[in-house]
């Protein structure tokens, strides 16, 4: 694995947000739910597709507060533009496991 300056680790915009809106996506090639996420007042509603449908339901991610990349260009899937990447990591079978944060903080706080 190559090396980075610190200056590129601050590319990457890495945001808290809370799920406030959650949808089924069926028209996914893959089983996926449509995120809505505030990341505050900075930002705002992001929409993200999110393969997570493995350990979660609609119902448990409501109000959980989430890691996003909030500077990707907007992404086109299927019908709609994902706006952020809800980060995450599989487990061995590859189910997405969302990465978060230990304690709620502020939505839209920066990861340092």
């Given at each position: 694995m190559s090396q980075i300056e610190f200056d590129d680790f601050l590319k990457v915009d890495i945001r808290t947000g809370t799920v406030v809106e959650v949808k089924e996506f069926p028209e996914a090639r893959k089983p996926a739910f449509i995120l809505m996420i505030d990341f505050g007042p900075e930002i705002g509603l992001k929409k993200s597709s999110a393969q997570i449908t493995r350990h979660y339901s609609r119902e448990n991610l409501l109000g959980r507060q989430v890691l996003g990349v909030v500077n990707f260009a907007p992404r086109q899937i299927g019908p709609i533009k994902s706006e952020v990447l809800?980060?995450?990591?599989?487990?061995e079978e590859g189910?997405?496991?969302?990465?978060?944060?230990?304690?709620?903080?502020?939505?839209?706080?920066?990861?340092?």
């Open positions: 809800t980060l995450g990591f599989a487990d189910g997405i496991v969302l990465a978060s944060v230990a304690a709620k903080v502020p939505d839209g706080q920066r990861l340092m």
